[in-house]
């Protein structure tokens, strides 16, 4: 299996910064051609899209040797996202559809945060690959199910926050697409954009008309689809330290 996926047939190299591009494709060329490949093994993946919510456990729960509790609310998407152009519009809906209700300038973030349910470790993602997608919510909690309570909470009631309204989107995403290009100004986040989209059909360079093109009304959908409470896993690791409620 590693000499399959690590083969070079398998495999892209990006470079950014100031060189010659000529001399630097000659450098890779020479330093391959001293190498003996074996031809790359056909790839097994064995893994199969996966959409299911019947395959879905409501909750679990796993000690380990960590400092501090850590609860995690995770959704599973049950809509298959291609790696193109409309997966990438989902994705970064999903994204601001997750900052708006749980970024650190909103007051649900705010209130929990002044309640000690959250701290710095707090995070909410959309993560899409091949066969899946889903949302993560968590971070650190001497009592995880008191965090992941207040998540549930929030996601089976998003309409509701005072976050959730368009005005405050259209702040978001200003503020959203400032990030993407300020973060142009670093040339490794160029290269793992790059390298990112070198195995699909879109670029870094699709991001800024797609964002700008996103509304408040593609926001909601993309809520009514993706923020299903019956796709809804619900994970604690307590410390091996001692009880949670010790913790």
Do not use: C
């Amino acid at each position: 299996m590693h000499a399959a996926f690590y083969h070079p047939s398998n495999m892209v190299l990006t470079m950014v910064g100031n060189f010659d591009v000529h001399e630097m494709a000659a450098v890779v060329e020479a330093n391959q051609a001293q190498k003996d490949y074996a031809p790359a093994p056909a790839l097994e993946r064995g893994v199969v899209p996966d959409y299911d919510i019947e395959t879905i456990l409501p909750f679990r729960m796993q000690t380990m040797p960590i400092s501090r509790a850590k609860g995690i609310v995770g959704i599973k998407g049950t809509t298959n996202l291609e790696d193109d152009i409309e997966g990438l519009r989902y994705t970064l809906t999903a994204r601001l559809m997750l900052e708006l209700l749980f970024g650190d300038s909103g007051a649900t973030y705010q209130n929990l945060y002044n309640a000690g349910v959250i701290d710095d470790s707090f995070f909410a993602d959309f993560a899409r690959g091949r066969g899946y997608n889903y949302i993560s919510i968590g971070g650190d909690n001497a009592d995880p199910a008191v965090l992941t309570e207040s998540i549930v909470d929030a996601v089976a009631n998003y309409q509701q926050s005072p976050d959730w309204n368009a005005d405050r989107f259209n702040r978001l995403k200003k503020a959203a697409l400032g990030k993407f290009y300020a973060a142009l100004n670093s040339l490794e986040s160029i290269a793992n954009q790059i390298t990112d989209g070198s195995f699909g059909s879109t670029t870094l360079f699709d991001v800024p008309e797609l964002m700008s093109g996103i509304t408040f009304t593609d926001v909601e959908a993309v809520a009514a689809s993706l923020l299903n409470l019956d796709a809804l896993s619900v994970f604690h690791i307590a410390s091996e330290q001692g009880d949670v409620a010790d913790a």
